[in-house]
């Protein structure tokens, strides 16, 4: 089992900045992926950013350049560091992890809102 922390969220104006965490517990060492998703009101859930247990990465077109992300194994966190913030970017925001039998796990979602 994994269980999966996400923090950060919160209310910014356009341009700015937030940094989500994301905290692992549980059986660490089967995760294989750890991602962020995100959630906009009346849309599909779709893919932020993903980083592999190696430490590559890839994003989805509409946050490269302004989104990285990032995890410390020690503390066993995954980040996600949102720049030049968008009223586009507005959405619940989740973490998710897949481990080495391909069986996913979410944490409940943190509250990202961009002002305009």
């Known amino acids: 089992q994994v269980q999966l922390v996400e923090s950060g969220g919160g209310l910014v104006q356009a341009g700015g900045s937030l940094r989500l965490s994301c905290a692992v517990s549980?059986?660490?060492?089967?995760?294989?992926?750890m991602s962020w998703y995100r959630q906009a009101p009346g849309k599909q859930r779709e893919l932020v950013a993903g980083i592999a247990s190696g430490g590559d990465t890839n994003y989805a077109d509409s946050v490269k350049g302004r989104f990285t992300i990032s995890r410390d194994n020690a503390k066993n966190t995954v980040y996600l560091q949102m720049n030049s913030l968008k009223p586009e970017d507005t959405a619940v925001y989740y973490c998710n992890a897949v481990n080495r039998r391909l069986r996913d796990y979410w944490g409940k979602g943190t509250l990202v809102t961009v002002s305009s």
């Open positions: 549980g059986s660490v060492f089967s995760i294989n992926i």
